[in-house]
């Protein structure tokens, strides 16, 4: 029934501005959009609706994964833009907040209305 729609992905923030000013300058996203909605249009055509919601509760997972070919300088350069790492409990990363254990390299990070996302590096 679905197959052939093109479906995209949304989530909530506490404030649709930071969330644009994050998006579109810090991870350097194309975003679109007005007012009570924004757009991310990620690569590959894909679209995600970030919405508001005053009484939002950030997500306990990972909305957003970001593969990238070089999670060290991926890292470096989102630090350098002033995104701290995050560290949970059982899944200990090194200095620069990368998990090395089991599975694909990967930090994770928060927007600034408190949803994970991570950078990840498989093989």
């Known amino acids: 029934m679905f197959k052939n729609t093109k479906a995209f992905s949304g989530f909530a923030v506490n404030d649709i501005g930071s969330a644009r000013q994050f998006y579109g300058e810090t991870l350097e996203l194309e975003v679109s ?5 924004l757009f991310l249009h990620l ?3 894909a679209k995600v609706v970030v919405y508001p919601k005053p009484e939002h509760t ?17 890292v470096d350069e989102l630090g ?3 995104v ?3 560290r949970y409990p059982g899944m200990e990363a090194d200095e620069k907040g990368i998990f090395r254990g089991d599975g ?3 930090a994770w990070f928060t927007d600034p209305a ?3 996302l991570s950078v990840l590096q498989e093989g």
């Open 33 to 37: 959009g007005q007012d009570d909605l």
């Open 43 to 45: 690569a590959g055509g």
């Open 58 to 74: 950030p997500a306990t997972f990972t909305i957003l994964n970001f593969p990238v070919d070089d999670i060290e300088a991926a």
């Open 80 to 82: 350098r833009r002033g």
């Open 84 to 86: 701290t790492f995050e």
């Open 104 to 106: 694909p390299l990967i």
């Open 114 to 116: 408190g949803n994970i």
